[in-house]
Nanobody, 127 residues
């Protein structure tokens, strides 16, 4: 069973930065395409960033481009989401997700594409 654990959330002022981490014990993530999603109260879960299992490709929605960066450190079995220039609308629970079986350069941007999910970490951006 792949169990993903997110960390790094917290309270930050607008314009600040946070780095989220997603780790997994017992399974290597090196062959998994990974993604980050977020969900605010009363809203649907939305795509934030994705990285192929090779690390060669990344993808972001317009809302995250230029501010968020997804990366992976396979020896550490960890995926990161660096978030800069945070805004109050970025406030949400952030979830990492993993998918096995995609091609080496594929990025996945929809929730049904992922097989495993973490429990989430809360990010709150104050104005």
């Amino acid at each position: 069973q792949v169990q993903l654990v997110e960390s790094g959330g917290g309270l930050v002022q607008a314009g600040g930065s946070l780095r989220l981490s997603c780790g997994c014990s017992g399974h290597t993530l090196s062959n998994y395409a990974m993604g980050w999603f977020r969900q605010a109260p009363g809203k649907e879960r939305e795509f934030v960033a994705a990285i192929s299992w090779s690390g060669s490709n990344t993808h972001y929605p317009d809302s995250a481009k230029g501010r968020f960066t997804i990366s992976r450190d396979n020896p550490k079995n960890t995926v990161y989401l660096q978030m800069n220039s945070l805004k109050p609308p970025d406030t949400a629970a952030y979830y990492c997700a993993a998918s096995l079986g995609s091609s080496w350069d594929m990025v996945l941007t929809t929730t049904p594409a992922y097989d495993y999910w973490g429990q989430g970490t809360q990010v709150t951006v104050s104005s």
